[in-house]
């Protein structure tokens, strides 16, 4: 009986995940069905919110003047929660240096987190379009230009990117292939609801519709992108919009786990709207929050039923979790095992931490 019961929970946890990807993969063959406006160049307004960023905002500033989008239609804000190694400082000295571009810092006396800040800063924005951008993310000199022309549609409210990491560690370079695939698909679907705060651009009047940035969980990008498509306007993450992240040298599993944290308190806040969703964002939505929230207490569990019928003497349960130990040795298949168990670990401490502040990880950003 526990061998039969973890098997189908092990077939069960597989199955989702493989029959939505196989879906994922024929809405990639489709079109976007969005009108670009490759003329369309509203005022933007990028902000940045900093902690500690001394070592990237300059790189940061650099590749922001290196976009190709009229730099008399950019201003950047930077939202720095207390910073102690002097990033507003050196925020302030390069604006005083290129005062061709629009630069304005914001102080605060002490950390509150990425959302209130954010939300701070947006009610200094001008834009009629707001971009969020992490200050260790670099963009591809097109990827502003090609996220605002997106927006001149006006069923699009919110555009973001696809992403890889500056230098691949481990399972990060495997995990973020599937992981982007399924963004853009379900982008051609209709929207996703997962976001990047690598780049994540904003109809303005959308954003504040739906009251700015969550500040009480982490997904601020994810959350406000969903909250547009509930409101009927598609939220996107578009194949030719492109960024790399950094990657911590140190504590990448403490960076994982804490990303994995934000995504389950968004898809838990989320989820009793599932039932009202735009038809074509439901069963994303749905899905989505499925395999967030319940599939990997179905690996668990499953594990754990055939660990008690091996203890018992079941010599087929003992085989299943030797392929299952196996299997690791195969990247894609670690890569998943990983992810669940991130997100696991990551619905245990959100028990007690939601990490809506967190300590600054050591980056690595490439040179």
């Known amino acids: 009986m526990l061998f039969e019961l973890g098997l189908a929970l092990a077939a069960l946890h597989f199955a989702v995940p493989l029959g939505y990807y196989a879906a994922a ?32 905002i300059v790189r940061r500033f650099e590749n922001l003047l290196a976009q190709d989008y ?72 097109d990827a502003l230009r090609r996220a605002v022309a997106k927006l001149a549609d006006p069923s699009v409210g ?43 651009a904003f109809r303005r009047d959308a954003l504040e519709a739906v009251g700015g940035f969550p500040t009480d969980i982490g997904a601020d990008d994810s959350h406000t992108a969903t909250l547009i498509a509930l409101k009927g306007l598609r939220a996107v993450v578009a194949d030719d919009v492109l960024c790399a992240e950094a990657v911590p040298r140190r504590g990448y599993h403490g960076w994982r786990i804490r990303r994995a944290q934000h995504l389950v308190q968004h898809f838990a806040r989320i989820l009793p709207a599932v039932p009202k969703a735009p038809p074509r964002f439901k069963p994303i939505l749905a899905i989505e929050a499925y395999l967030h929230l319940a599939n990997p207490w179905l690996l668990l569990a499953a594990i754990a039923l055939l660990a008690a019928s091996a203890l018992a003497g079941s010599l087929a349960s003992a085989g299943v979790l030797a392929l299952g130990a196996a299997l690791l040795a195969y990247k894609p298949y670690r890569t998943w095992a990983a992810a669940q168990a991130y997100l696991a670990a990551a619905a245990v401490r959100n028990l007690w931490s939601k990490e809506v502040v967190w300590r600054k990880q050591d980056k690595n950003m490439a040179s």
Do not use: Q
């Not at 940045?48 to 990237?56: F, L």
């Not at 006396?109 to 959302?115: D, I, L, N, T, V």
């Not at 995990?175 to 780049?199: C, D, I, M, Q």
């Open 70 to 141: 009229p730099r008399d239609r950019l201003e950047v804000i930077v939202a720095d929660g207390a910073s102690t190694d002097g990033t507003p400082e050196i925020a302030e000295r390069w604006a005083r240096e290129h005062p061709d571009v629009k630069v304005a810092v914001l102080r605060e006396e002490r950390r509150y987190g990425k959302a209130k800040s954010l939300n701070r800063a947006l009610r200094l924005a001008s834009g009629e379009v707001v971009v969020i951008a992490d200050a260790d993310a670099l963009w591809a000199p």
């Open 25 to 56: 993969k024929r809405w990639l063959r489709s079109g976007w069905g969005i009108r670009e406006g490759a003329g369309y160049t509203p005022r933007v307004t990028v902000i940045i919110p900093t902690y500690n960023e001394a070592e990237n």
């Open 158 to 200: 919110a555009v973001s990117c696809v992403k890889k990491p500056m230098e691949a560690r481990g399972i990060e370079d495997g995990y973020r292939g599937y992981y982007n695939a399924l963004r853009v698909a379900e982008s051609k679907a209709w929207s996703t609801p997962v976001f990047h705060g690598e780049l994540a």
